[in-house]
């Protein structure tokens, strides 16, 4: 199994970003695949999810409205389009695939729900 994310890089308040996670070696339509991210001296959060199943998405209140996360099926990849960004949005983000199950919407942002993870990509805002 293996989970790579791209696109991460330095952008100044206000600009975009779009995240890759290129996945291989499992069962991409039975997973939820989801975009976490962790600022130095601060847990990690879940922001974002997509069903590659039936491409349901799910999104923190922190990013709703900026961030859009969509997945490709026959290329086993999914992308986060995060606009307006700002310095506090700066973190390493990884993305996770989870089975896919009931209740998802409460539980996207649930780390210990996905069994596999990329190494992460960093993302800075400066101001």
């Known amino acids: 199994v293996q989970l790579v994310e791209s696109g991460g890089g330095l952008v100044q308040a206000g600009g975009s970003l779009r995240l890759s996670c290129a996945t291989s070696g499992f069962s991409f339509d039975e997973y939820a695949i989801g975009w976490f991210r962790q600022a130095p001296g601060k847990a990690r959060e879940g922001v974002s999810c997509i069903s590659s199943l039936d491409g349901t998405t799910y999104y923190r209140d922190l990013v709703k409205g900026r961030f859009t996360v969509t997945a490709d099926a026959a290329r086993n990849t999914v992308y986060l389009e995060m606009n307006s960004l700002q310095p506090e949005d700066t973190a390493v983000y990884y993305c996770?695939?989870?089975?896919?199950?009931?209740?998802?919407?409460?539980?996207?942002?649930?780390?210990?729900?996905?069994?596999?993870w990329g190494q992460g990509t960093q993302v800075t805002v400066s101001s």
């Open positions: 996770a695939a989870g089975l896919y199950g009931s209740s998802w919407d409460q539980l996207f942002d649930k780390a210990p729900l996905y069994d596999y």
